[in-house]
């Protein structure tokens, strides 16, 4: 039968036991949160490089389509130019179905 030193000495065992697990595991702990503020700190990097990367390319497109957009409306004001009665009678009829259209 055991006796209560006996006992003492298993809770005092278990007891450092404990302690010492609780000491690793907030090492662990520790070395996770440090690894994890890393990873968080690398990919707030990358994404403030693709966000750059992506504002350039915004950049490109929007003076890309506004080139364009003026190209074309050069040479829709260059055909009106050449051709005033075409382009009144295609207003014209572009009025009328849209009139029609709307009216159903």
């Known amino acids: 039968m055991a006796t209560?030193?006996?006992?003492?000495q298993g809770a005092?065992?278990?007891?450092?036991d404990l302690?010492?697990?609780?000491?690793?595991?907030?090492?662990?702990i520790k070395e996770g949160l440090k690894d994890t503020a890393?990873?968080?700190?690398?990919?707030?990097?990358?994404?403030?490089a693709n966000g750059s990367q992506l504002e350039d390319e915004l950049r490109d497109a929007?003076?890309?389509f506004t080139d364009g957009a003026r190209k074309f409306g050069d040479a829709?004001?260059?055909?009106?130019r050449e051709h005033p009665l075409a382009a009144f009678g295609i207003a014209f009829?572009?009025?009328?179905?849209?009139t029609r259209w709307l009216r159903r």
């Open 19 to 28: 302690a010492d697990a609780a000491d690793g595991a907030g090492e662990t």
């Open 38 to 48: 890393e990873e968080l700190h690398r990919l707030g990097d990358r994404l403030r």
């Open 12 to 16: 005092s065992k278990t007891a450092d």
């Open 76 to 80: 829709a004001a260059e055909q009106i």
């Open 93 to 98: 009829a572009a009025g009328m179905i849209v």
């Open 62 to 64: 929007s003076q890309r």
């Open 4 to 8: 209560i030193r006996d006992m003492k």
